[in-house]
């Protein structure tokens, strides 16, 4: 990486080309400008074959110079510094400043192009390329640019060892406020790389580590729990925290359960639940869902089921009262 300062004092980090990249982008864009140039070439052949000699010699030299020398600087101008060989090598020229290009600076890379690529096949842009810092060939020291890689290859992230069951819950109410988070950086990068270090070393830096946490927390870890194992689960109970702080509690929050009651045709399942997805209702003895739920009734206020219809049945203070016909005939 190289460390490129911009006119507002930004560090930024750009990783440059170096010479087989740059290599293929400049052989893709000379295959490309060369492909052009020959079939205008063989147009204008036969469009001035009329013409006199000096006449030709004009429009070859006009087209070798639009062509082969204008066309890059003139796609590099409009396209911020990305040529069809750059473009699909992913790469990019900027200034020194990080900034995107210009047409003057488009112009001396394509002049000193001339010099370097076309009229020595190469030779002095890889040498230029191979002894700077930073491979720039003399175009790009003129015009004060890099050419820098754009598509970097992502790190593979590495997951964080999950911590031994008989830890998982033990550090709930911990307080893990006032722990940086270059230090959860730390620990992150030990238990995904504990496995590659030294046992020696990587103890000795479980225990560093440890220490710093017990110290940002308040709480030492519980006895006979190793270093790592607690660094482990701190992190899985970070984590935890994280996701539950992110998600939220979603999920079903009632557990269903179910009720016998006696009714006339036999035991009557009352399945009911609270939560997201509780769902009440009544299901029959014969597995058919029963018109609706009803909820229960204080017995003082039921009826015997034992009636028959148009009998008469005690009621509240003693009185007789008729229970209504439903047509329902309870069994003998």
Same mark, same amino acid.
């Given at each position: 990486?190289?460390? +490129? /300062?911009?006119?507002?004092? $930004? +560090?930024?980090?750009?990783?440059?080309? *170096?010479?087989?990249?740059?290599?293929?982008?400049?052989?893709?864009?000379?295959?490309?400008?060369?492909?052009?140039?020959?079939?205008?070439?063989?147009?204008?052949?036969?469009?001035? @074959?009329?013409?006199?000699?000096?006449?030709?010699?004009?429009?070859?030299?006009?087209?070798?110079?639009?062509?082969?020398?204008?066309?890059?600087?003139?796609?590099?101008?409009?396209?911020?510094?990305?040529?069809?060989?750059?473009?699909?090598?992913?790469?990019?020229?900027?200034?020194?400043?990080?900034?995107?290009? *210009?047409?003057?600076?488009?112009?001396? *890379? =394509?002049?000193? =192009?001339?010099?370097?690529?076309?009229?020595?096949?190469?030779?002095?842009?890889?040498?230029?390329?191979?002894?700077?810092?930073? =491979?720039?060939?003399?175009?790009?020291?003129?015009?004060?640019?890099?050419?820098?890689?754009?598509?970097?290859?992502?790190?593979?992230?590495?997951?964080?060892?999950?911590?031994?069951?008989?830890? $998982?819950?033990?550090?709930?109410?911990?307080?893990?406020?006032?722990?940086?988070?270059?230090?959860?950086?730390?620990?992150?990068?030990?238990?995904?790389? #504990?496995?590659?270090?030294?046992?020696? +070393?990587?103890?000795?830096?479980?225990?560093?580590?440890?220490?710093?946490?017990?110290?940002?927390? =308040?709480?030492?870890?519980?006895?006979?729990?190793?270093?790592?194992?607690?660094?482990?689960? /701190?992190?899985?109970?970070?984590?935890?925290?994280?996701?539950?702080?992110?998600?939220?509690?979603?999920?079903?929050?009632?557990?269903?359960?179910?009720?016998?009651?006696?009714?006339?045709?036999? @035991?009557?399942?009352?399945?009911?639940?609270?939560? $997201?997805?509780?769902?009440?209702?009544?299901?029959? @003895?014969?597995?058919?869902?029963?018109?609706?739920?009803?909820?229960?009734?204080?017995?003082?206020? +039921? #009826?015997?089921?034992?009636?028959?219809?148009?009998? #008469?049945?005690?009621?509240?203070?003693?009185?007789?009262?008729?229970?209504?016909?439903?047509?329902?005939?309870?069994?003998?």
């Amino acid at each position: 990486m190289s460390d +490129v /300062v911009t006119g507002d004092a $930004v +560090v930024l980090g750009l990783q440059p080309a *170096r010479l087989p990249s740059r290599a293929l982008a400049v052989l893709i864009d000379l295959v490309v400008v060369w492909a052009v140039y020959l079939l205008v070439t063989l147009g204008l052949a036969v469009a001035t @074959a009329s013409l006199d000699e000096a006449a030709v010699m004009a429009l070859s030299i006009a087209s070798f110079l639009l062509i082969l020398v204008g066309a890059p600087i003139a796609v590099e101008t409009l396209s911020h510094g990305r040529s069809l060989g750059k473009l699909a090598c992913g790469l990019r020229v900027v200034r020194d400043d990080g900034g995107p290009i *210009r047409f003057r600076h488009a112009l001396v *890379r =394509g002049a000193m =192009g001339v010099v370097e690529i076309l009229m020595t096949f190469g030779v002095v842009a890889c040498v230029a390329s191979l002894v700077s810092e930073r =491979g720039r060939r003399l175009g790009d020291v003129f015009a004060g640019t890099l050419v820098v890689r754009e598509r970097i290859p992502a790190a593979r992230v590495l997951a964080v060892p999950p911590p031994p069951p008989w830890l $998982v819950g033990r550090f709930a109410g911990l307080d893990l406020s006032a722990v940086p988070e270059s230090l959860w950086l730390e620990i992150r990068q030990y238990l995904t790389r #504990a496995r590659e270090l030294d046992p020696a +070393v990587g103890r000795r830096l479980a225990e560093r580590l440890a220490d710093e946490l017990v110290a940002r927390t =308040g709480t030492p870890p519980p006895p006979g729990v190793p270093a790592d194992a607690y660094l482990a689960g /701190v992190v899985a109970e970070r984590q935890t925290r994280e996701a539950r702080r992110a998600f939220g509690s979603a999920g079903v929050t009632g557990v269903p359960g179910a009720t016998g009651v006696p009714g006339a045709s036999g @035991a009557v399942g009352v399945a009911g639940g609270s939560g $997201v997805a509780g769902v009440s209702g009544v299901v029959g @003895a014969v597995g058919m869902p029963a018109p609706g739920f009803v909820p229960p009734v204080a017995p003082s206020t +039921v #009826a015997p089921a034992a009636a028959a219809p148009g009998v #008469a049945s005690p009621g509240a203070g003693g009185q007789e009262t008729t229970a209504p016909a439903t047509g329902f005939a309870p069994p003998a």
